[in-house]
Structures are given as C-alpha cells and as structure tokens.
C-alpha cells in the first residue's frame, strides 16, 4: 500500500480506577483512529506509565511504578493485539519499561499487524532522567520493519535527535519514522519536534511524532507533559510529478496539549520520487559530507 492514512495520538496521561477503566479508555482511542480511516496509529513514549495508578500502594514512587507496568506489559500487548487484529490497521503502542531477565529494564515499544505478528523497539539512547534517576538501560538493535505500509522504524523521543540511527533505516530504505515521546517541557518538545524535522529533511521521508500530554501529580515518572502530534515530510517538491509537499514540512500538527488524533495521508511514491528528483538530494548526498561515517548495525524484521 502506497497511499494511506496514519494517526498520530496527543495522548493525555489519566488516573486510571482500574484494568477495566484503561480497556475502555484505549479501546475508544483506537475506534476513533479506525474511524478516522487510519492504517496505521501511533502512541507515545511511556504513555503506558498511567498503568502505574492502579497500584495505590506503588503509584507515587518510582521504582515501584516500573515495576507494576511492567509486570503488566503481557496483559496490555494482548489488548493491542486484539485491537489490531479487530481494526484491521497497525498499531504503535506506547512505549513502557520491560524488564529482562538479568533485572535490567528497558524502554519498549511494540509494533502490532492487523495478522497477531509484532515487532518491538527499545529505546537506544537515554536521557539524563532515564540514565540517572529511572535506572533504564539502553537497548543495542536498532531494527527496520517490513509492512505493507512500506518500511518503517522507530525512534523512540531522544533516538530522534541523533541523525546516525535515522540514517541507518533510511539507508536500510526506511520511508516513514515513527516518533513516540514524553517530555515535560516545551524546550523537550521542541528538541524533538527538530530532531523529526531534520531526519525528515535528511532522508527525504516522513516523521510522525505522538506525545503525552497533561498533568499527573500523582506520577514521579510521568508528572508533566506537553507537546503536539505532528507529521512532518522534507520542504521539497517535484516538478515532474507535479506534487509538492508543504513549505515548511508541515503535513498536519495538533493543538498544543490537547487531547487529539491528528491524521495525515501519506504517499510512499512521493518518498521515492523525491529521493530519486527531488530539487535536492539529501538522501543521496549524504556520503559526500566531510567525515561521513559507518553507520549502526540494523536488523529487519518482516512484518509484511
């Protein structure tokens, strides 16, 4: 599928009275990205954090509130899972901390097709926040997903602002990168709403960006959020395809801290044709800078 809509979630962080009230909260997310017309919805970076006010016990420490989201990631896949399967789209869901088996935790988010197969990212880089006070460890692969959506990879908020790892999916021929994130400033926001739109530009291709928002005093983790979904493409056109993508790259954003879908409608011909004519050549260009350099190791996974 070259041509289709994809939904990027404002996602507000909630107190939560129980399983039953995150089912239903989720559930109606979804619904209204399917009904929308999207293929493909994508959550944010640690928007699963909610989960940790189920356990009042655990809910204001921060230790503890990994603990308990993490302890109930099988339940919340199996949920996205169903969801997926019975929307008929893919689905990003947000990103939370995964324990392994030596003990160590990381920041994961998982990719589920419309057929029950899922593909699943960790967080490569870690913020101060993260490194120093949340104790979450960096993941090692960074993977490129084959999907009939064309070929997608994630970089999870601070991933975004290194331009090797986004140069690595688009050598691997990545057209679309998904960029979950949580951040409690603007000065966060705008760290990665940049990032997305340089690795736009850089690899003449599509960003989509999904952040929490709103007010949790109840979290130590996920306590302040602000920042707007977005879907950014490189400011080019072609003059023989006759198309032209927005001026400032902006294909569609939200209101700043609102509650929101926000969709766009993606064209992978346009990622092709640009990189092989586009007014300039980013993409190709690349290898031509002073001091370009090898790039990480990358593994595809088939989701097609």
Not at 82 to 89: E, F, I, K, P, Q
Not at 156 to 173: H, N, Q, T
Not at 244 to 258: K, N, Q, T, Y
Request: with cysteine.
């Amino acid at each position: 599928m070259t041509r289709y809509r994809i939904a990027s979630a404002q996602y507000p962080i909630d107190a939560l009275a129980d399983w039953d009230a995150y089912e239903a909260k989720v559930t109606r997310w979804v619904a209204e990205a399917a009904q929308g017309g999207a293929s493909l919805a994508i959550f944010p970076e640690y928007g699963a954090m909610e989960l940790a006010s189920l356990d009042p016990a655990t809910m204001g420490d921060l230790a503890g509130s990994i603990e308990t989201v993490s302890a109930l990631l099988p339940r919340v896949d199996a949920l996205h899972a169903d969801l997926a399967r019975r929307h008929d789209l893919f689905l990003l869901a947000a990103s939370a901390p995964r324990k392994l088996a030596d003990g160590r935790f990381v920041n994961t988010a998982r990719l589920f097709s419309p057929d029950g197969r899922v593909g699943a990212q960790d967080k490569l880089l870690m913020t101060r926040f993260e490194r120093e006070q949340w104790g979450i460890s960096g993941g090692d692969v960074l993977r490129l997903f084959d999907t009939p959506l064309g070929k997608l990879a994630i970089l999870i908020c601070y991933d975004s602002e290194f331009p090797l790892l986004a140069r690595a999916a688009v050598e691997a021929g990545a057209q679309v990168l998904l960029v979950p994130s949580c951040t409690e400033t603007m000065h966060g926001y705008w760290r990665v709403r940049i990032g997305s739109q340089a690795r736009a530009l850089e690899g003449q291709c599509y960003a989509v960006h999904s952040p929490t928002i709103g007010d949790a005093d109840w979290s130590p983790a996920v306590d302040r959020n602000r920042g707007a979904a977005a879907v950014y493409g490189p400011p080019d056109r072609h003059a023989a395809g006759g198309f032209s993508m927005p001026e400032d790259g902006v294909l569609a954003i939200g209101e700043e801290s609102r509650p929101e879908w926000v969709f766009a409608d993606l064209d992978l011909g346009h990622v092709d044709a640009l990189r092989a004519d586009g007014g300039v050549l980013n993409a190709r260009d690349w290898v031509e800078q002073p001091g370009a350099v090898s790039l990480p190791p990358l593994e595809i996974v088939d989701l097609s």
